[in-house]
């Protein structure tokens, strides 16, 4: 509002009609003597005219704007649309009673909307409680209470007064405005005064900086040495170093590097960057990977360079390295794991589909040979068929045990079948160059082990010979024995006596190894290959795992003489070695089969099996159409054969709908790989029994038997 206007804005509020009219008459009369006024609206008390006279003289005429709302919510939008029009309402006239509401709740209302305005409360009653009025509407300096009836005069000077006061306050609002703007605007100045002051001493102070900088050059130069730090001049020259930076270059003390160009170090480091260039185009060099050959092997660095310009250019040159060698290997060591995880990943993703390929090659083989000829070419040649299936089937099973994830676990095993099957998948990746020798000529050789680190250790082995044998070819011996009196002075006396150990030896005629070599061999991380042939984590995990098994490995060679590798594991006598089970017999009866498989050509197959042995057999490639066929006669089936991976529903799936339906119904659940598929899974699903693709004719016949030839309550998995 204009500070020279004198017309204010007044909010009234009460429900008595003829109350508002007072207001804006009393308010709004702005002509006349006092004793006109005193006439239109007579207080119930009297007045004296003579002192509305004075009142009236001694006061300045000022016009006031009355909006009168009888309820309490349009009177509050009213008030909000004023203060978006940037037309406040100086004072509020709110009557204690309301229609429907309270007063007191509609001035707190208020007083959210509009913090500044004066606010009057008016009753007729003289019991109002005046603290609990200023707790709920603040603050108590802009709530007055006036009690009705009130004389015309006093409503017309306590709105003078009010909307004085509230004209002071928007007034000394603007003046603190302008008045830190002021003061903002002063203390401005006086900063770039100040700064103009800084920058003059500065400049005569520039002796004693360099003074300054030069000690702290010293102090973080040679107080700390967790990175190769050094200082230059513009030319390249090293003026000052650590001893890490003496170190990590070959120099003898850090006295020997001074005098040495900063910029021929950087070239040798093979970086491929104009280390010069660089600083004088963008003055520093922040997190630049590179790296050199020391004598311990390939050592990566990370440098980061300050240059420091003055008027003639570059005048110093300021940095360190930091040796992240260790990091790199731990993220090639992150690297390989991941390729480990990914051909873990994709061998159970093809298994499935590889047994199929396999289960209709060797389905129809098995068929063949059934009805070809004894002794026949045919006979013969499916016999072979046979046979590389059978090897395509455990090379698969190969991969997948070696790719296994989980938890590693300890079992009962026999140690010389899984040594000659590791070398099995090894002979493929063994140079042809390197003739391969096995001798298992152990009486004893049950072990309580993970099968999945036998592996690892027997392939980190051979592979470490084969590669020590790779130029020139040679013999790897392989030998499962069983320890005696000569592998006492091997195997410490806390591990325990010799007979109680099984020998794993691997023996190669390579390279050999020094006597220095031969003590950081189980090092993590060392290694004597070239960088991207190996990272020094082969030997060491052998040795964890050795040792976790409570076992001992002791490795003996020279140079020129190849090495010797014994691994010792203790034996374990609970393990019984299973004798040959004869093949259940199949009572060939009548029944009728459910046969589910997504692939054609299995289906054919099964049916084919499952017909030759007498039964009826119902085939679907869907496994909807499976469940549909099976709920429309769901007690003609006696048994039920199902695929685990099919598209729309799974074979578990399958099955728990199947067994909705008919709950005593027997099935058979097959799979080339699946980590879906567990005995306990298996079990709570109601299964009754599982076979792995390739399904082989006396497998399924096997599971028939199992299954047919059982009583009822019989439980065949778990």
């Not at 099955?655 to 008919?662: K, N, T, W």
């Amino acid at each position: 509002m204009d500070e020279h206007s004198s017309g204010f804005r007044i909010l009234a509020i009460d429900p008595d009609t003829e109350m508002l009219t007072q207001y804006r008459d009393i308010l709004c009369f702005e002509r006349g003597d006092a004793s006109a006024l005193e006439a239109l609206i007579a207080d119930s008390a009297g007045a004296s005219g003579h002192h509305t006279q004075e009142a009236a003289e001694g006061s300045e005429q000022m016009v006031f704007q009355v909006s009168c709302h009888r309820d309490a919510r349009e009177a509050l939008r009213e008030a909000a649309m004023a203060i978006g029009r940037e037309e406040p309402f100086a004072v509020a006239l709110i009557n204690m009673r309301q229609q429907g509401s309270d007063g007191v709740e509609a001035a707190a209302r208020l007083r959210s909307v509009d913090p500044n305005v004066e606010i009057v409360m008016l009753s007729s009653s003289g019991d109002v409680p005046l603290a609990e009025l200023n707790r709920r509407v603040p603050p108590p300096e802009k709530l007055l209470y006036l009690q009705k009836p009130f004389r015309s005069q006093e409503l017309r000077q306590l709105a003078n007064s009010l909307c004085h006061k509230w004209r002071m306050q928007l007034q000394l609002f603007e003046f603190n405005e302008r008045l830190t703007h002021i003061v903002d605007s002063r203390t401005a100045e006086l900063n770039h005064a100040n700064q103009r002051l800084m920058r003059d001493i500065a400049k005569r102070a520039s002796v004693l900086r360099q003074l300054e900088a030069s000690e702290e050059r010293y102090r973080l130069l040679f107080d700390k040495d967790i990175t190769a730090n050094f200082v230059a001049d513009g030319d390249g020259l090293i003026l000052n170093c650590n001893k890490a930076f003496a170190d990590m270059f070959g120099f003898a003390e850090p006295s020997s590097v001074e005098g040495e160009n900063l910029f021929d170090v950087w070239d040798s480091l093979g970086s491929g960057m104009n280390l010069r260039e660089q600083l004088e185009r963008t003055g520093r060099l922040r997190n630049h990977e590179t790296s050199f050959r020391g004598s311990s092997g390939r050592v990566h660095l990370l440098a980061t360079v300050d240059g420091v310009m003055g008027e003639g250019g570059l005048e110093e040159i300021r940095g360190y390295f930091v040796d992240i060698t260790e990091r790199m290997e731990l993220e090639e060591q992150l690297r390989l794991a991941q390729k480990m995880e990914a051909l873990g990943t994709l061998a159970g993703g093809i298994a499935h589909d590889f047994n199929n390929i396999l289960g209709v090659i060797m389905g129809y083989a098995e068929i063949v040979h059934s009805s070809a000829e004894p002794d026949s070419t045919l006979e013969r040649r499916v016999t072979e068929i046979m046979r590389a299936g059978e090897r395509a089937r455990d090379l698969v099973t190969q991969i997948l045990n070696f790719s296994r994830q989980g938890p590693q676990e300890r079992q009962p095993m026999t140690l010389i079948p899984l040594v000659k099957e590791a070398l099995k998948l090894l002979r493929s990746s063994i140079p042809a160059n390197v003739e391969i020798n096995v001798n298992t000529g152990a009486e004893d050789d049950r072990i309580m082990a993970d099968p999945t680190q036998m592996h690892q250790i027997i392939l980190n082995l051979c592979t470490n010979a084969a590669h020590a044998m790779r130029e020139h070819g040679g013999r790897l011996d392989v030998e499962v024995a069983d320890a005696d009196e000569t592998d006492r002075m091997f195997i410490p006396g806390d591990v325990g006596r010799p007979e109680w150990f099984v020998r794993l030896r691997v023996t190669d005629t390579g390279h050999g190894m020094d006597a220095e070599t031969m003590d950081r061999v189980f090092d993590p991380f060392f290694t004597t290959k070239e960088l991207g042939e190996g990272t020094g984590m082969g030997l060491s995990m052998v040795h964890g795992i050795v040792r976790k098994h409570e076992g001992h490995v002791h490795v003996h060679s020279e140079p020129g003489q190849g090495a010797i590798f014994s691994v010792y594991l203790p034996r374990t006598p609970d393990l019984a070695r299973p004798e040959a089970a004869a093949l259940p017999q199949l009572v060939f009866t009548r029944g009728r089969i459910l046969f589910v498989d997504d692939e054609k050509a299995l289906v054919d197959i099964g049916r084919d099996m499952l017909e030759s042995f007498g039964f009826e057999v119902v085939t679907r490639t869907s496994s909807i159409e499976a469940l549909e066929a099976f709920r429309h006669r769901a007690h003609d089936f006696d048994l039920v054969i199902t695929d685990q991976t099919m598209p729309n529903m799974t074979g578990l799936e399958l099955s728990r709908e199947i067994l909705r339906v008919r709950p005593d119904q027997p099935i058979i659940l097959c799979t080339g790989f699946s980590e879906a598929v567990s005995y306990d899974r298996l079990r709570d699903a109601g299964i009754g029994d599982f076979i792995m693709k390739p399904i082989l004719k006396h497998e399924l016949m096997e599971s028939l038997g199992r299954m047919l030839g059982r009583d009822d309550d019989s439980d065949l998995i778990g």
